[in-house]
């Protein structure tokens, strides 16, 4: 049974950091792309990071220098770190794993999600 189960948000105020992880199970992680999503009251589903899997990454320009996404094959589990945090940033983060190793696969099962606020 696929299973991918996100932690690690909280409440921060604006400049700090946050790691979110996100632990895989069920599957073979290191054959797949995996993907931090984010979702805004309001707003539409954002991809903010990818890593497929040989490690390539892509990131959306508002995570660029300031989040970095990583993966341990070992762990079966993949991370955020989230530097520099802005009111902006503040969303549901939803960690997906890809049908494929290449993050421009579709996306086949999703986490529950961990609340990132960013407020002072």
């Known amino acids: 049974q696929v299973q991918v189960v996100e932690s690690g948000g909280g409440l921060v105020q604006p400049g700090g950091s946050l790691r979110l992880s996100c632990a895989a199970s069920g599957f073979t992680f290191s054959n797949y792309a995996m993907k931090w999503y984010r979702q805004a009251p309001g707003k539409g589903r954002e991809l903010v990071a990818a890593i497929n899997s040989a490690g390539s990454i892509y990131y959306a320009d508002s995570a660029k220098g300031r989040f970095t996404i990583s993966k341990d094959n070992a762990r079966a589990t993949m991370y955020l770190q989230m530097n520099s945090l802005k009111p902006e940033d503040t969303a549901m983060y939803y960690c997906?794993?890809?049908?494929?190793?290449?993050?421009?696969?579709?996306?086949?099962?999703w986490g529950q999600g961990t609340q990132v606020t960013v407020s002072s």
């Open positions: 997906a794993k890809s049908t494929g190793g290449d993050y421009f696969s579709g996306d086949d099962y």
